[in-house]
């Protein structure tokens, strides 16, 4: 998640048992990918799915991306998260689905728009066609959201009996306001700017935020935003000579940028929502899996919630942290964003059996 918003085959063998299904020795040249398009009332979803000749389970993994549009194989920096853990999880004997976000690639509708309500009906409907499809039919599923689409895997699984397990990767238990606010603290980490201006500028950010949600004292938000910006950058030029009109620009275009970003469908209704709530609900099996130096969705913000969430729901749930992963998994040095497209395309060690032994261990 980012705070500017960069933000992007017929089964058969139904016969097989579990045990003897575990005598073959599976590949990904035994998985046969198919790609779907998926029509609703009012959007079409493109996807692939990952299909297994030989299943070890009966249930349908179907992964959600983080913030932003997303492409089916959640592909950042150069790398293809949701390709890498279907490929795996097919040589596990396990069948994924995977989808474009709105507007992008094979799916139509506006991303921008979008609101959590839509993504949430998009994966409930990804849900319905399976189980109403004739030749990809399923009638269980396993939800793995990453980041943001962690909140949508849990709001979802509420209450819907169609939903055997719940996968967590990186995902925020906090709303999401709680996670920009971090971030913007984090903007100054390594400055030596004091910190009464890093809190004046999180109440700004705030202050903007509330103005739009509610659609009230708009201007005087922005006018706060845009003299603590300019107070920011008077400060961090202290030692320089000041050209006056450049930072009242400089002040101008970050205020601009921010206004319109916090008044995007696809951020503000995932702002304020907690999705600790739905946690709090679920009644079947859980995986949360986190990086040790997740900068976007850190351990020490979201695990507790997390966990007092899934205390409180009395469900089954396991915990899995990497010491050394960032945001994607990857293994990382300080987690930070700028380090995602210097960092090999591929996740920390044992991260993907984690995953696939979770789920063939849970059934």
Same mark, same amino acid.
């Given at each position: ?23 073959? =020795?599976? /590949?990904? %040249?035994? #998985?046969?990918?198919?790609? $779907? @398009? ?6 079409? +979803? ?84 399976? =189980?109403? /499809?004739? %030749?990809? #039919?399923?009638?269980?599923? $396993? @939800? ?6 962690? +909140? ?212």
């Amino acid at each position: 998640m980012k705070t500017k918003m960069k933000l992007l085959v017929i089964i058969g063998c139904f016969a097989f048992t579990v045990s003897c299904l575990a005598s073959h =020795k599976l /590949s990904i %040249q035994d #998985s046969e990918p198919t790609d $779907i @398009l998926i029509k609703t009332d009012d959007v079409t +979803i493109g996807g692939t799915l990952m299909l297994p000749t030989h299943l070890q389970t009966m249930s349908l993994v179907i992964m959600s991306s983080g913030s932003g549009p997303q492409d089916r194989d959640e592909t950042l920096e150069g790398f293809k998260i949701f390709k890498d853990i279907a490929n795996h999880l097919a040589s596990k004997g396990i069948a994924s689905f995977r989808y474009d976000d709105r507007g992008v690639g094979d799916s139509t509708g506006d991303f921008v728009n979008s609101t959590i309500e839509d993504h949430s009906s998009d994966l409930e409907n990804i849900m319905n066609y399976f =189980k109403s /499809s004739k %030749q990809h #039919s399923f009638k269980s599923f $396993i @939800l793995l959201g990453h980041s943001q689409g962690g +909140i949508l895997a849990g709001k979802v699984a509420v209450g819907n009996t169609s939903v055997e397990k719940v996968i967590l990767m990186g995902a925020p238990a906090v709303p999401l306001i709680e996670v920009v606010t971090y971030q913007v603290r984090q903007d100054y980490k390594n400055t030596n700017l004091p910190k009464r201006y890093i809190e004046a500028d999180v109440s700004a950010h705030n202050k903007l935020m509330r103005a739009i949600k509610d659609d009230k004292h708009i201007d005087k938000a922005y006018d706060v935003f845009k003299a603590t910006t300019k107070s920011i950058l008077i400060e961090m030029s202290a030692n320089e000579s000041i050209d006056k009109e450049k930072l009242e620009q400089q002040a101008i275009a970050k205020a601009d940028e921010y206004k319109i970003i916090y008044g995007l469908p696809s951020l503000t209704s995932f702002l304020y929502y907690d999705p600790s709530k739905d946690v709090e609900r679920l009644n079947v099996p859980v995986l949360s899996l986190f990086g040790g130096l997740d900068f976007q969705v850190p351990i020490h913000q979201n695990k507790d919630r997390m966990e007092n969430a899934l205390l409180k729901s009395g469900t089954d749930y396991q915990f899995i942290t990497f010491d050394e992963a960032n945001h994607f998994f990857q293994k990382a040095k300080t987690g930070q964003r700028d380090e995602y497209a210097k960092l090999d395309k591929k996740f920390v060690n044992d991260f993907l059996y984690s995953i696939s032994n979770w789920i063939i261990g849970n059934q």
